[in-house]
Nanobody, 128 residues
Framework: VQLQASGGGLVQAGGSLRLSCAAS????????MAWFRQAPGKEREFVAS????????YYADSVKGRFTVSRDNAKNTVYLQMNSLKPEDTAVYYC??????????????????????WGQGTEVTVSS
């Protein structure tokens, strides 16, 4: 599946942004989707994931309560609504996908090697 992320930009601390990731795959609903981010000089880290239906989500502790991941299977798109942004949220954000398999639990797939398809990344800068 090919992924195209968008929606990044420059925002002040306390502000909001919504990232989008459009997928080319017509069987988009068969994929678990996730967002990762990579700050300058740091390793890529897990941010959030959503199951096939959108009814199940999982978040990194650092964004819980501020970020919301969702998906629209009719539009083959996954979103990341980011509120109360902090300077430490500054990073390149990547969307990722993996085909669903029976017995997959969101909390067990938080490493980037758990996902097989990646978007090109969209940059988010939060100024203080």
């Amino acid at each position: 599946v090919q992924l195209q992320a968008s929606g990044g930009g420059l925002v002040q601390a306390g502000g909001s942004l919504r990232l989008s990731c459009a997928a080319s795959e017509q069987t988009f609903s068969n994929y678990i989707m996730a967002w990762f981010r990579q700050a300058p000089g740091k390793e890529r880290e897990f941010v959030a994931s959503v199951n096939r239906s959108g009814g199940g989500t999982y978040y990194a502790d650092s964004v819980k309560g501020r970020f919301t991941v969702s998906r629209d299977n009719a539009k083959n798109t996954v979103y990341l609504q980011m509120n109360s942004l902090k300077p430490e949220d500054t990073a390149v954000y990547y969307c990722a996908a993996r085909p669903y398999s029976l017995g997959t639990f969101l909390f067990r797939i938080t490493d980037d090697n758990n996902f097989s398809s990646w978007g090109q990344g969209t940059e988010v800068t939060v100024s203080s």
